[in-house]
C-alpha cells in the first residue's frame, strides 16, 4: 500500500466510489471537487496497485492556529481492518505537526458505532456536549436543527 497527497485528479476517481462504498448512501456531497482543489497539502489517498483503496480530506484550521481538522475519511470495504484508516491518520498527524499543530479535531454521527469505537481507538477523546444518546456526549443541532453530532479531539 502506499500513501499519498491528494491530487486534483483524484476528485474523478474517488468521486464515484464514495455512494459504493457507504452501500449507497448518499455522501458523495460530503466530498466537493473544492477539497482535492484547496486541501492537497493536508490531504490523503491510499492506493494498491494503482486503485484507491481510501482517503482522508483534512485541513489546517484558519481560525484556531493549533488545530487541524479531519473533515472526511473513507476506505473501501474490502480494505477495512486492514490499517489502511490508521496509516492514513498517521499521515495526517504527522504533516499537522510539521505545520505545528498540536490539537486534531473530527467528528461523527452519534448512531456511526464503529466511527465513535473507531476514534477512540485512534486516541481520540469525546468533548462534552449538551446532551448524552446512548451514554455518548453529542452536541445538539452542530449541523443545523436536528443534526447532533459527537466532536472528538486528540493532542498529538
Not at 2 to 25: F, H, M, T
Amino acid at each position: 500500500m502506499n500513501i499519498r497527497y491528494v491530487k486534483q485528479s483524484d476528485y474523478y476517481s474517488l468521486s464515484p466510489l464514495i455512494n459504493e462504498w457507504w452501500d449507497g448512501r448518499q455522501m458523495r456531497d460530503m466530498l466537493p471537487k473544492l477539497f482535492f482543489d484547496h486541501f492537497s497539502n493536508t490531504s490523503f489517498v491510499a492506493e494498491e496497485d494503482g486503485k484507491i483503496i481510501g482517503f482522508l480530506i483534512g485541513f489546517l484550521s484558519q481560525s484556531h492556529l493549533q488545530e487541524g481538522y479531519i473533515h472526511f475519511v473513507g476506505v473501501h470495504p474490502l480494505h477495512r481492518g486492514h490499517h489502511v484508516g490508521r496509516q492514513l491518520y498517521e499521515s495526517f498527524f504527522q504533516t499537522m505537526k510539521l505545520y505545528g499543530r498540536s490539537l486534531v479535531r473530527c467528528v461523527t454521527s452519534p448512531v456511526n458505532k464503529d466511527s465513535i469505537a473507531y476514534h477512540i481507538r485512534m486516541g481520540f477523546e469525546i468533548e462534552g456536549g449538551n446532551r448524552v444518546v446512548n451514554g455518548i456526549a453529542v452536541h445538539s443541532n452542530y449541523d443545523g436543527p436536528g443534526q447532533e453530532r459527537v466532536l472528538f479531539v486528540k493532542r498529538i
